[in-house]
């Protein structure tokens, strides 16, 4: 069983920044996607950025040159440094992460979610 926590989240200025981090922990051999998505109220979840195991990051078009994924495979973890914030922005963050256990099998597991406002 694998546990996912994201954690980072809160209330932050326009024009400001907020990093958000999420970790696994639990029965984990290794990560090959990581991927932070968002969503606002009234809204489907979205996409927001995701990176691999072999190097390769994707964002979407609303937050590219203002956000960056980066990931630590000795912690299992995954960060979204988000800057130049803007009040569209504001939706709660959630970290999905898909690798393989131990024993071989493959998984995929959400967090809870982060909420970020972003607000004068």
């Known amino acids: 069983q694998v546990q996912v926590v994201e954690s980072g989240g809160g209330l932050v200025q326009p024009g400001g920044s907020l990093k958000l981090s999420c970790a696994g922990s639990g029965d984990i051999y290794s990560i090959y996607s990581m991927h932070w998505y968002r969503q606002a109220p009234g809204t489907q979840r979205e996409s927001v950025a995701f990176c691999t195991s072999d190097g390769w990051t994707n964002y979407t078009d609303s937050v590219k040159g203002r956000f960056t994924i980066y990931r630590d495979d000795a912690k299992n973890a995954v960060y979204l440094q988000m800057d130049s914030l803007k009040p569209e922005d504001t939706a709660v963050y959630y970290c999905?992460?898909?690798?393989?256990?131990?024993?071989?099998?493959?998984?995929?597991?959400w967090g809870q979610g982060t909420q970020v406002i972003v607000s004068s």
């Open positions: 999905n992460l898909e690798g393989t256990t131990t024993w071989g099998f493959s998984f995929g597991s």
